[in-house]
């Protein structure tokens, strides 16, 4: 016992590490000492109390064993030291016994947390509001709450050297393919790192293009998507301190669909979806078709409206080209300036940037009229496209138009999109090709660019290659 003592103190460093606790109690009924070790800053000194140190201490009976006075969610004893300390940093209490060589593991965790609250970048008019938070158990509850079927499986990996998280594999286990199952698992387990602490640096680690423009996993803060895509065949991840999951594998179609698609009614859904599909191409090709139209292409704007432009443009100094990316990096600056200071004085810089700044930039002729009317419709449309990774790659994407329009007109839009799409069909997400089911084609549910009403979406995604191809009958 007093190796095993010294052990866990040297180990947790103590006395220097002021949230290490050690409780020494004598068990009457065991007529035993016994020591507690644990972190107080994780553990529920409530349920300590009540679950351990008093079943311990007042409970006489001479014929209990140690199992049958605690009261903990759960005791376990640890194969080996190493097991023991990684558990004790998760949450659990330690115990050692008198003339026991064991260390019991007794569950009484409770890691600071939030309530849930509502979804923030995900907004829905109809439907659930709830959204994850920054606890895997809670998340994990979320959606046994929407999925209560024997087969849901939330399965825990370890990842890091030394932060020793665990990522929780969720999939329905008699849908899911085993090899994607399988192929994430690995994924996670080959990871060499001492630290990963959330879900946003584990995407990095295991997703298959980290160079990409484009993400092949899609990144959700609802578990009603997830519960969707889980009973599709999907995989989800979920981890500590991640206020979200990730979904796999994730498709070209995947970026434009949206739970509320399927709260509203088919012909409403399908609405919505059309509206994101005419954003994305006014996000990217707006600025870039203003700058080959009024470069190369002047003869399509009617007379009276390029005399206007050009009436406007007299006394700006710089190229159309020039102009554009002043406002399109301006425009940048004011979005992020607006989502990083405090939300306070947000809608305050908002006004300033958009309204006070533009003007001023007109009235000094640094830029046109029309070029704030152009920049202004293209970053607005920007914002119908809710997912963080793809609406980074719309973004970043609409610079190489611009500059492709800057130099050979409509010549280079098309130039940079034959490129574009040329290296969108070669990213696969997990071995799915990125614009599948569409090409190549597969067998779906329907459900891609326009949905069906639900009483006909009857099988899977094919690409998946779920054990359970149909979804009725």
């Known amino acids: 016992m007093k190796d095993l003592t010294e052990f866990i103190k040297s180990s947790f460093h103590y006395p220097n590490n002021k949230d290490f606790k050690i409780r020494e109690v004598f068990i009457p009924s065991l007529k035993r000492t016994a020591q507690l ?13 009540t679950a351990i140190i008093r079943p311990l201490t007042l409970d006489y009976s001479e014929s209990r064993t140690l199992q049958s006075l605690i009261t903990a969610k759960s005791i376990e004893i640890a194969s080996d030291r190493k097991d023991a300390l990684t558990k004790m940093v998760k949450g659990s209490v330690g115990l050692i016994v008198e003339r026991d060589k064991n260390i019991y593991l007794l569950n009484v965790t409770k890691f600071p947390k939030r309530s849930i609250g509502k979804a923030e970048s995900e907004i829905v008019l109809k439907g659930p509001k709830e959204a994850f938070t920054e606890s895997a158990s809670d998340n994990m509850g979320l959606i046994r709450k929407r999925i209560l079927n024997e087969n849901l499986v939330f399965e825990n990996v370890t990842v890091g050297n030394i932060s020793n998280n665990d990522a929780v594999i969720v999939y329905l286990s008699n ?13 996670i387990k080959e990871i060499q790192s001492d630290g990963v602490i959330n879900l946003e640096i584990l995407e990095q680690y295991i997703e298959d293009n980290p160079k990409s423009l ?9 578990p009603d998507r997830v519960a969707s895509h889980i009973d599709q065949g999907y995989v989800a991840i979920l981890m500590e301190n991640s206020s979200s999951a990730l979904l796999l594998p994730t498709t070209f179609w995947s970026f434009f669909h949206s739970v509320e698609d399927h709260y509203l009614r088919m012909p409403y859904g399908n609405y919505i979806r059309i509206l994101r599909v005419i954003a994305l191409l006014i996000a990217m090709l707006t600025s870039a078709s203003y700058v080959a139209i009024t470069n190369f292409h002047s003869e399509m704007i009617p007379p009276d409206l390029l005399l206007a432009i050009a009436g406007a443009r007299e006394k700006v100094p710089f190229p159309i080209a020039v102009e554009v990316l002043i406002m399109e990096v301006a425009f940048e600056l004011i979005r992020e300036a607006g989502l990083r200071i405090p939300s306070a004085i947000g809608p305050t810089i908002g006004i300033v940037g958009a309204l006070i700044l533009g003007q001023a930039a007109v009235e000094a002729n640094i830029v046109s009229p029309i070029i704030i009317i152009v920049v202004a419709i293209s970053g607005l449309s920007s914002f119908l496209i809710s997912d963080i990774s793809f609406n980074f790659a719309v973004r970043i994407g609409r610079f190489g138009f611009i500059l492709g329009a800057a130099t050979f007109g409509f010549l280079g839009i098309m130039g940079v999109l034959v490129m574009g799409l040329s290296y969108l069909t070669t990213i696969k997400s997990f071995g799915v090709p990125f614009f599948a089911p569409m090409t190549p084609q597969y067998r779906s549910s329907g459900d891609t660019i326009f949905r069906r009403i639900v009483q006909n979406e009857l099988f899977r995604p094919a690409f998946l290659k779920t054990k359970r191809p149909r979804r009725k009958g």
């Open 37 to 49: 070790f644990f972190l107080e800053t994780i553990v529920d000194s409530q349920e300590l109390e």
């Open 175 to 187: 849908v899911a393919n085993a090899n994607l199952i399988d192929s994430v698992k690995k994924r």
């Open 214 to 222: 484009v993400a092949t996993m899609a990144y959700t803060e609802r």
